[in-house]
């Protein structure tokens, strides 16, 4: 049994490591270096993607009942996911200064996101679940025009309010084998684009990368309707 307990105790020190390199993320705001910022919140996903598959093989919530992992890591996630992002997209001058104030919106729709008892399922994510990391790195990297850059933020805010399912890749059954490899692959793929912002190429990468956000989309509209259907 105590075995056990230290590797359930080792699960949740990976889990805190996102902690770390959200710090990392901070100190590289305060420097303007924009290639350690993407990178070390690209760490703190592939730790975000890979501790809830850890925690669930090694039985950790049974383990360590009076430790709740699911809190620690939403707490990381608002840093990683939206406070550090929010603030990216005034330091890094991926909004023009009449329109930095949109930076907030995101933070506010997160913040009402996170709070809400069903913003998750076993399933799924309802609304849309705040990758507001993912969204700066393809506004820097891409420099679409200023009012491109703050209608797709206030969409995106406005869509964390809509009740739509959208799929979790480690746990939505539906699609699964095929959704899982596909997120593993843009999960490389979005890694090369943070080590190589500055690279001629890099453009064209993210450029074709997108196909995934698209696939994700679209498969969520397709499931939220499953779910709609089945409920009737």
């Known amino acids: 049994m105590e075995g056990k307990k230290i590797i359930a105790t080792g699960v949740h ?24 910022f993407f990178v070390s919140l690209w760490i703190t996903i592939v730790i975000d993607s890979t501790d809830g598959l850890l925690a669930r093989h090694f039985g950790v919530k049974e383990i360590l009942p009076h430790f709740d992992g699911r809190r620690l890591d939403d707490l990381i996630d608002f840093i990683t996911y939206v406070f550090l992002p929010c603030l990216a997209l005034v330091v890094f001058d991926v909004l023009p200064s ?91 793929v979005y ?8 690279a001629e ?8 990368s997108l196909a995934y956000p698209a696939y994700y989309f679209l498969i969520s509209v397709a499931y939220h309707r499953r779910i709609r259907l089945a409920g009737q």
Not at 25 to 35: K, P, T
Request: aromatic fraction near 18%; proline fraction near 6%; hydrophobic fraction near 55%.
């Open 98 to 188: 009449p329109w930095e104030w949109t930076a907030v919106l995101p933070l506010l729709a997160s913040a009402y996101g996170f709070s809400q008892d069903n913003a998750k399922t076993e399933e799924s994510f309802v609304g849309f679940p705040s990758y507001w990391n993912v969204v700066i790195l393809y506004l820097y990297v891409l420099t679409p025009p200023a009012w491109i850059s703050v209608v797709l933020l206030l969409a995106l805010s406005l869509f964390v309010f809509i009740p739509i399912h959208y799929i979790y890749p480690s746990k939505t059954r539906w699609l699964k084998k095929a959704t899982l490899p596909l997120t593993g692959l843009y999960g490389i």
């Open 191 to 198: 890694g090369i684009v943070c080590l190589y912002l500055n």
């Open 13 to 36: 020190v990976y889990t805190s490591l996102g902690l770390l390199f959200a710090f990392t993320a901070a100190m590289a705001l305060f420097a303007s270096d924009v290639r350690l």
């Open 201 to 208: 190429w890099v453009k064209v990468l993210a450029l074709i």
